[in-house]
């Protein structure tokens, strides 16, 4: 039988090379230049490898911490700005919301209702103008922007922005009854030409205009063509409306003309429609509380004592009786001769013939009544003189149930149903049921001016602002249908 020996490897600790024979593994433990230290390289490259593997670990995670931090911040962000928007019903797309303003010039601005319109249809004023001191002054008080005052001196070239609306209600003194309607002899008439030099370069979109009801008619309609045809000649379609206060909700009597101009090129060959009339109004929310107004808007003095002497007279008629629309009593007693009477205007002669029948019809009440009050009746020429538009004698009537204005033409009675017109003159409504004139915030409401619009501190500055402003509902009305017409969202 033969016997197996298991055969013995020797193995370098150093290097770990193996060897079969003892001599040569001996040999090679005392050679000059020892082997390779296989431990430590193994050991290096493996504390290398862990230490790569370790750091790209690292990095992955502090990738991954570093963009949840950063979309934490972004949603962060997201929602600030979602809480800064206003809020949205869920039918509506939010890009419909955005729009930019539109930018308007407000020439002849006044005290600025044609800006309360505009700002109510969320538009941003550019630039506005007006000649008159006390009302750029109250223009700036309210709107925080002072107006230029000579719209002849306005370079639109100048004007950096883009334009789309030209506003104004260009003035209407010499083509109204109290203007006498003097048309092109007056500089202010032709100040419509300025509107138009300064679209030729702005170009707007629309301009919104305004004017009293007689330039339809004035110089024989010379006035009106000349407007129409500048404006088409300019490039612009014209749609006029004849629209007062009185005709949606505010009771006031102030008949106006508004010019819609639509540029041709967006103009979509369809007319404007406004929304309906609304007759019905509360008289009462117009007025001021009778205990709180002040006792300088009270009437008293000379016209008070006029006022109470035409009041004997009206209590005398009967019922039914009607009274000539202008009763001049002192030219039935001022004892002119034929050849005075035919000296005189066309018109004056016309209403003392008028008055005879009323006073023989009644002559000894006239003439006891003419002499207890022929002081003050003669103490002005306009207290002798009676616009009774009131209609037919009523039961119990009295001067004292309408409006009375004190006017150039002499004691004007009116039908309370509306505020008379609103005028820059000194014509103040008398309201006769509380024997005083309006007061400068009922004013205020007849124009549709806010509760906080800030009215100058003198009475005579702010009559005549109001009675020279433009109506701030019928202007909205006007503006708010062009835009609804056009797609133009407003708020």
Known sequence: MYSITKMVVYSCERCGKTFKQKGHYMKHLQRKTPCDNMNATLDSIVEKKLDEVVKEKLQELTDKAVKEKLQELVDKVEIDIKNLMPPQSDNVDPTEMEHPKLTYIDLFCGIGGFH?????LDC?????CDIDKACRE????????EPHPDVRKIDPNEIEEDIDIICGGFPCQTFSNAGKKKMFEDDRGLLFDEIVRIAKVKKPKYMFLENVKHILKVGDKKVIEYIKKTLDDNNYNLQLFEISPHNYGVPQQRERVYFVCVRKDIYNESEIVLPPKVKEFAFEDFLDKKEEIDSKYFIDGDVLTCLNAWEEMIKIFPVGEKISPVIMINEHYNGHTEEEFNSYAKWRKGYITANKPLIQKYKPQWDAWYEKHKEILQKR??????????????ENDSIFDYFIQVRQSGIRVKRAKHFPTLVAISQIPIYGKEKRYITPRECARLQSFPVDYKIDESDKKSYKQFGNAVNVSNVHTVIKATFDHYGIKSS
């Open 116 to 120: 309360q319109a505009l700002d109510k």
């Open 381 to 394: 020429e306009i207290y002798g003189k009676l616009e009774w538009q009131a209609g037919k004698i009523k």
């Open 138 to 145: 109250n223009y700036k008080l309210n709107y925080g922007m």
């Open 124 to 128: 941003k004023c550019v630039i506005a």
